[in-house]
Antibody, heavy 121, light 108 residues
Framework: QVQLQESGPGLVKPSETLSLTCTVS????????WSWIRQPPGKGLEWIGY???????NYNPSLKSRVTISIDTSKSQFSLKLTSVTAADTAVYFC???????????????WGQGTMVTVSS | EIVLTQSPGTLSLSPGERATLSCRASQSVPSKFLAWYQQRPGQAPRLLISGASSRAAGIPDRFSGSGSGTDFTLTISSLEPEDFAVYYC?????????FGQGTKVEIK
């Protein structure tokens, strides 16, 4: 069974860069599309972007100027960097995988448990 | 961007009752690109339904999905105690993938 685990600082200062890593275990990182999704406290879900194991990416236009998603297949990890953060970026950040290989248009079947990131000085 | 609007915002029901949740899209979404998720407090969302009507592995058959075009429905035929949670619809046909704002199913 595929498992995803987010890791990274729980507190980031305003204007700095939020950096998170998702480690994949129990399955291959190859041939799938891997996403980051966030959820502000008490609010709904926002898709941030995805990366394919080949390195191709697609970002939500609302965050595109500040987001970079990268992948390290040798470590079965992919990462999120979000620059110039503000309090509005405070959220639980989830990593997720689609159901089937090779399919970009697919539902999110596997999720990490999520990690809370607070932006505060 | 496709906007998904869920209704009602909150549904107050008793165990054993039927729940009907609605998801309306701002433009047509082919059925194969619409999913439903359940989220319990402090947990990650769990995929219930993909392709508008296909249950994910391990999902009980009291959960069913239907709809096409701009109107989709999630039905829980008889609520169990563990079903009281927040439910989200999501489209994955057009980037950016978007979610509805959620429907909370609470115990009456």
């Amino acid at each position: 069974q595929v498992q995803l685990q987010e890791s990274g600082p729980g507190l980031v200062k305003p204007s700095e860069t939020l950096s998170l890593t998702c480690t994949v275990s129990g399955g291959s990182i190859n041939n799938y599309y891997w996403s980051w999704i966030r959820q502000p406290p008490g609010k709904g879900l926002e898709w941030i972007g995805y990366i394919h194991h080949s390195g191709s990416t697609n970002y939500n236009p609302s965050l595109k100027s500040r987001v970079t998603i990268s992948i390290d297949t040798s470590k079965s990890q992919f990462s999120l960097k979000l620059t110039s953060v503000t309090a509005a970026d405070t959220a639980v950040y989830f990593c997720a995988r689609v159901t089937a290989p090779y399919r970009v248009n697919d539902a999110f079947h596997f999720w990490g448990q999520g990690t809370m990131v607070t932006v505060s000085s | 961007e496709i906007v998904l609007t869920q209704s009602p915002g909150t549904l107050s029901l008793s165990p054993g009752e039927r729940a009907t949740l609605s998801c309306r899209a701002s433009q047509s979404v082919p059925s194969k690109f619409l999913a439903w998720y359940q989220q319990r407090p402090g947990q990650a969302p769990r995929l219930l339904i993909s392709g508008a009507s296909s249950r994910a592995a391990g999902i009980p058959d009291r959960f069913s999905g239907s709809g096409s075009g701009t109107d989709f429905t999630l039905t829980i035929s008889s609520l169990e105690p563990e079903d009281f949670a927040v439910y989200y619809c999501q489209q994955y046909v057009t980037s950016p993938w978007t979610f509805g704002q959620g429907t909370k199913v609470e115990i009456k």
